[in-house]
């Protein structure tokens, strides 16, 4: 028997439980983990909410990033031995494989060998801000130098992976924030440029900052009613990456601006880099030679213990934190 967390019905981090279960082993194709650190993302909270892409078949487990050992290998699995230090890139469903506990079956494929350099508290904070910067920056809008990207809910672990992403490949990055108190530490973590959306309008700052020409790549997870004053601080044949759904009212097509710009609007999460072989080993190769560089490093926002992940969630819904939230698991 080993501690998860699970949740009995949707709701609000109050719903998450600790209970002793039994994972079994490995099944063909799976490899059994022991945890020692895990990722909190904004889809969790969704899922435990009933919001996400996938409704939680009840009583349900949760979570898509953990970092830890290899403790038993399932068959037809070649590449991993025993006390392997590995990490868990998030492509599956958590209907199946949720990682929140001290122990977790996974599917092989999605498993890698990080880099020795990393704590558990890094090794948990990877995979899902730098594979969906990754693949919506360069795989899908092929972001290049000098170009301006604007990457907004900048504060969060995906928005921090966007500002290094950017910064690697030369292009401007513009980080987009409520209000002032995150601007001195978005500048710190790399942001060439940040604008206050409280004090400052987006649209003429974009264009001060673009001489005038706007943004080619927008990298947006609000959505909302946001997107038509993104659409007007996009450059000609623009293209505008919707990756979520943070904000509560309806997103309109900005019709006029698409029109008379060319813009394109696409949807997108990270699955759909994961599910592809060629791109998904691409975006691995990226991600490690980054991390060993140097020039990729994870940010961690704050950690909790794995006793309360109820506050833990709690705190990722607060929008405080700038970077991952972190949980260490004894």
Same mark, same amino acid.
């Given at each position: 028997m080993v501690r998860v967390v699970r949740f009995h019905k949707t709701g609000g981090p109050e719903v998450l439980q600790i209970e002793n279960v039994s994972i079994g082993a490995p099944g063909s194709g799976e490899l059994r983990l022991r945890v020692h650190a895990l990722g909190l993302n904004r889809a969790e909270a969704?899922?435990?909410?009933?919001?996400?892409?996938?409704? &939680?078949?009840?009583?349900?487990?949760l979570g898509y990033e953990a970092a830890g050992t290899v403790e038993e290998i399932g068959e037809g699995v070649s590449g991993f031995s025993i006390g392997d230090k590995v990490?868990?890139? &998030?492509?599956? !469903?958590?209907?199946?494989?949720?990682?929140?506990?001290?122990?977790?079956?996974? &599917?092989?494929?999605?498993?890698? +060998?990080?880099?020795e350099n990393l704590s558990w508290?890094?090794?948990? %904070?990877?995979?899902? +801000? =730098?594979?969906t910067a990754y693949g919506a920056l360069i795989d899908v809008a092929g972001l290049a130098a000098g170009?301006?990207?604007?990457?907004?809910?900048?504060? !969060?672990?995906?928005?921090?992976?966007?500002?290094?992403? %950017?910064?690697?490949a030369g292009a401007t990055s513009i980080a987009v924030t409520r209000t002032a108190a995150k601007r001195d530490a978005l500048l710190h973590q790399g942001a060439r440029h940040v604008i206050v959306t409280r004090e400052q309008d987006l649209v003429e700052e974009v264009k001060r900052i673009t001489d005038g020409k706007?943004?080619?790549?927008i =990298? /947006?997870?609000?959505?909302?009613? *946001?997107? /038509?004053?993104? %659409?007007?601080?996009?450059? @000609? =044949?623009?293209?505008?990456?919707?990756?979520?759904? #943070?904000?509560? !009212?309806?997103? &309109?097509?900005?019709?006029f601006a698409a029109i008379s710009k060319? #813009?394109?609007?696409? *949807?997108?999460?990270?699955f759909e880099v994961v599910s592809d072989p060629k791109r998904m080993a691409k975006a691995k190769r990226y991600i490690l /030679?980054?991390?060993?560089?140097? +020039?990729? +490093?994870?940010?961690? *926002? @704050?950690?909790?213990? =794995?006793?309360?992940?109820?506050?833990?969630?709690?705190f990722l819904e607060s929008n405080e934190q700038i970077g991952k939230i972190v949980v260490t698991v004894p």
């Open positions: 969704m899922f435990r909410a009933g919001t996400y892409l996938e409704q &939680p078949t009840l009583p349900s487990g990490s868990t890139i &998030p492509g599956f !469903s958590m209907n199946r494989h949720g990682v929140y506990g001290e122990e977790a079956i996974v &599917p092989a494929a999605i498993v890698v +060998k990080h880099p508290e890094e090794a948990a %904070a990877i995979w899902m +801000k =730098f594979m170009e301006a990207v604007i990457i907004t809910a900048a504060s !969060s672990s995906v928005g921090l992976a966007a500002i290094q992403i %950017a910064n690697a706007g943004a080619r790549v =990298f /947006d997870p609000v959505t909302g009613e *946001g997107v /038509d004053t993104l %659409a007007q601080a996009a450059a @000609k =044949f623009g293209t505008i990456i919707l990756y979520g759904a #943070l904000s509560a !009212s309806a997103t &309109p097509f900005p019709l060319g #813009l394109t609007l696409r *949807g997108y999460t990270l /030679d980054g991390l060993t560089s140097g +020039k990729l +490093k994870p940010v961690i *926002g @704050k950690t909790f213990p =794995f006793e309360q992940i109820v506050e833990a969630h709690r």
